[in-house]
């Protein structure tokens, strides 16, 4: 075999790998249909109809093993165009396969069928051209098994969905691996019932998160620091209600784009229509209608934390990084086109800032509509043109790390979204700055301009953790529950040695908590499992207290993240406890 030298890329050996698990799976359990598989993050996946017996976790080693004893045997994967009769004749008795051939004969695009090592898939292409050539018999494993619908659809046949993973080594795939293992000790929905962060109950509904005391801290610390990020530069709080008619969704685009995912809402007094709102940007545009607007009053900047709801679906649900109440530290800026570039640039100071002191590296992803879908997008192309130029070019100037992503604009305008890196390298999708100049025409939105005549605003959109539970989600995962100081729901642990310090113990609790630092007093059980379960439970400092420190006015600090140890009097503790919250140091 001659090889051209070209070595396949990584998407098109996950997608071989696919067609290599059909062809395994065809092998074992000859009754199964396949149905789809594509290549996906990290490796590939492929769902069939197992109408007979079906394998479950236990099988996925000896399918792993059967793609392995095959590859060698894929040297070379070939592709044909055939006629729809053929097609339908190659895959008849399998339903599936005949509905996707239907589709493409509607389309009058070319159907193709691609083989290797004697087995033959329908397929549009973007394979390894020499798979036993290009892919390392150890770079691939079977993963998990998950149930899926054809075509995401409830209402269609239910399958079986067979994951698998894959990277261009075997180094590659166990460092993917061990990752995977550090992310489940690190899993927010565990580490939020460890340390009783929140809960969830069928009484109240899925996807509607219930925050602990010791939670709510975490979320009113996060609200707290991206409010005063945007008060200090020049944002006004603002207050919306919960529920709106439907008529200014309707006005907005947003019921024709999002109407199956609203909450409706009945009145027992009215004939008019509510729901509960999905987001916050067309009600802050009345707030700005409300009254004239001239030159001189732009920039204006409205700032809220509020809770947003949406349907989401059941089976999408997961902890709080998927939630039906969604509560965005949201903001919005009317203003001239001339004053975007300096909004922007305070957008991206604030977002730095944030991300920084959370510990989190971040780079710009500019979200820009498809070009190849404008019924997807609202507004006039001059205007998205425009926007996109702009936003790079902000981009550029202000010397961050940005890469573009076509189709993924909010359907009224592109966006900077800010792409932060948790610690165990994954990247998520937190703050964004949207530019609109859709929903400002759409509400007939006005300012006087320097020469009298009427001008449309232009709308950002900001919001610098996002979703609060999902920003949570994430950073509860990046720290594994190791709080900095200032986050911290419990900073300070204090552990009397016995009952009879436990005046002393209550006259220091009551010295930290006068000054606002959160304490909470452990005097049950033994010193020992005290200090463990103090441990366990992740505050950053104990105070340990005995005859010496009742005697002298001082406390025993044991740091909880460096093991340093120190005995110092009180007042001394206090005023260097309050410095570190103060500044939001990292540690």
């Known amino acids: 075999m001659v090889f051209s030298g070209y070595m396949a890329t990584l998407p098109e050996k996950r997608h071989t790998l696919a067609h290599l698990l059909a062809a395994a799976v065809a092998e074992r359990y000859p009754h199964a249909k396949a149905t789809i598989g594509p290549a996906v993050d990290n490796g590939f996946y492929y769902d069939f109809d197992f109408s007979g017996e079906k394998p479950g976790d236990a099988d996925l080693e000896k399918l792993t093993a059967d793609m392995r004893d095959l590859l060698p ?21 399998n339903q599936f396969k005949l509905e996707i051939i239907d589709e493409i004969v509607k389309k009058s695009e070319k159907i193709t069928l691609y083989s290797a090592g004697g087995f033959t898939d329908l397929c549009r292409g973007g394979h390894s051209e020499h798979p036993a050539h290009d892919i390392p018999a150890d770079s691939f494993v079977l993963d998990r098994i998950a149930g899926a619908y054809w075509r995401g659809d409830e209402k269609n046949p239910q399958l079986t969905r067979i994951y698998g993973l894959a990277f261009d080594t075997k180094a590659d795939l166990e460092a993917y691996q061990t990752q995977v293992e550090e992310a489940k000790k690190r899993d927010h929905r565990k580490l939020g ?29 996060i609200h707290k620091y991206s409010q005063e990020l945007r008060t200090k530069r020049g944002f006004d709080r603002v207050w919306i209600p919960h529920i709106t008619k439907t008529d200014l969704y309707e006005k907005s685009g947003h019921w024709a784009k999002f109407g199956d995912e609203l909450f409706l809402v009945k009145s027992q007094e009215t004939s008019d229509k509510f729901v509960l709102k999905p987001m916050n940007c067309p009600h802050h545009t009345q ?24 349907d989401e679906k059941k089976g999408e649900l997961a902890g709080l990084s998927r939630v039906r109440s969604i509560t965005q530290d949201d903001s919005h800026v009317f203003c001239r086109p001339d004053q975007i570039e300096q909004e922007y640039s305070a957008i991206m100071e604030m977002v730095m800032e944030f991300y920084q002191t959370m510990g989190m590296k971040f780079r710009a992803r500019l979200s820009f509509r498809d070009p190849a879908a404008p019924e997807k997008y609202l507004g006039e192309d001059a205007l998205w043109d425009s926007a996109e130029s702009q936003l790079e070019a902000i981009a550029k100037k202000g010397g961050f790390e940005y890469f573009i992503a076509t189709g993924e604009a909010a359907f009224y305008g592109p966006k900077i979204d800010f792409m932060a890196t948790d610690a165990l390298g994954r990247e998520h999708q937190l703050a964004t700055g949207q530019l609109d100049f859709v929903q400002p025409a759409r509400f007939e939105l006005e300012y006087i301009d320097t020469d009298g005549s009427p001008k449309t605003p232009v709308m950002i959109h900001l919001a610098i953790a996002g979703s609060l539970e999902r920003f949570l989600s994430v950073y509860i995962e990046h720290t594994a529950g190791v709080f900095p100081l200032w986050m911290a729901p419990v900073q300070v642990a204090v552990l009397p040695v016995s009952e009879k310090h436990a005046e002393y113990a209550n006259q220091v609790i009551a010295k930290l908590k006068e000054v606002g630092i959160r304490t909470e007093l452990h005097a049950d059980d033994s010193l020992g499992k005290r200090i463990r379960a103090v441990k366990t439970a992740k505050v950053p400092c104990f105070l340990v207290l005995g005859d010496t420190e009742a005697g002298a006015g001082t406390v025993t600090v044991e740091n909880n993240r460096s093991g340093d140890k120190a005995t110092v009097p009180v007042q001394e503790f206090i005023d260097a406890t309050l410095a570190r919250i103060k500044e939001r140091a990292n540690i």
């Open 73 to 93: 045997s894929w040297t070379e994967m070939t592709g044909v165009e055939v006629s729809d009769a053929d097609a339908k004749d190659r895959f008849k008795g």
């Open 193 to 221: 019932v460890e340390l009783d962060l929140f809960t969830f109950s069928d009484l109240v509904g899925s996807g509607l998160p219930l925050f602990t005391p010791k939670g709510t801290v975490l979320r009113e610390e």
């Open 287 to 310: 707030i700005y209608a409300s009254r004239g607007r001239s030159y001189r009053d732009l920039p204006l900047r409205y700032l809220e934390t509020t809770t947003v709801y949406r």
